[in-house]
Every structure is written in structure tokens, then in C-alpha cells.
């Protein structure tokens, strides 16, 4: 059973930058896209910025694009999601998704939270 495990969440100060990473553990990964979405509080979950994990092609939310850059490391398995030039309504509890077959994303991970300070 493969499962999604996101870490490097924490509370930064508005301007500032975090990386979070997802890995794919278990059995050979290989879905046709990964995503992150985010949730904040009292709001519905939101897509972030995906990648098709064939080509390396990445899509992104109007509200985070060219701040945020979402990359691959088929080797390990693994997505990350570089944000840059933090803002307060960026904080949210972030999640990752895999699109695993023909369909919804069908398996997430745990979500990690970031908080940005203004």
C-alpha cells in the first residue's frame, strides 16, 4: 500500500520561504499526476499546483504563481513545493495528492500546516 508522508511545514514570517516535501512510500509509484492543495481554516481545500509525473509539467493556481514551484525526484519518489515570498493568507494546512489511475486524486497524505506571521 503506498501511503503520501509531507513534511517541513512550520511558522515563518511573511516574505520568507519553506519547502515542503512529499515522499511516495511502499510499492513502485508511478501515478499520471501529483498536486498539492491546502486548506485553511474554515475554508474549503484548495489546489495549490500540480505536475504531471511523466513529463515534469506543472500547473498552478493564479494566487501562487511565481511564487511557488512544484518539482519531482522520480528517483525518490518524491514532490516538493517551493514557496517563496510567503504571504498571511498562505497559511493553511498543505496537503499532497496522487492521481493514480483515470480520475480524482485517490491518495493523499497527512497534510502539514504552514503559518506565515505578518
Known amino acids: 500500500q503506498v501511503q503520501l508522508v509531507e513534511s517541513g511545514g512550520g511558522l515563518v514570517e511573511s516574505g520568507m520561504s519553506l519547502t515542503l516535501s512529499c515522499a511516495a512510500s511502499g510499492r513502485t509509484f508511478s501515478p499520471y499526476n501529483m498536486a498539492w492543495f491546502r486548506q485553511a481554516q474554515g475554508k474549503e481545500r484548495e489546489f495549490v499546483a500540480g505536475?504531471?509525473?511523466?513529463?515534469?509539467?506543472?500547473h498552478y493556481a493564479r494566487s501562487v504563481k511565481s511564487r511557488f514551484t512544484i518539482s519531482r525526484d522520480t528517483a525518490k519518489n518524491t514532490i516538493y513545493l517551493q514557496m517563496n515570498s510567503l504571504k498571511p493568507e498562505d497559511t493553511a494546512v498543505y496537503y499532497c495528492?496522487?492521481?493514480?489511475?483515470?480520475?480524482?486524486?485517490?491518495?493523499w497524505g497527512q497534510g502539514t500546516q504552514v503559518t506565515v506571521s505578518s
Open positions: 505536475l504531471w509525473w511523466s513529463s515534469g509539467t506543472t
Open positions: 495528492a496522487a492521481q493514480t489511475g483515470i480520475g480524482a486524486y485517490d491518495l
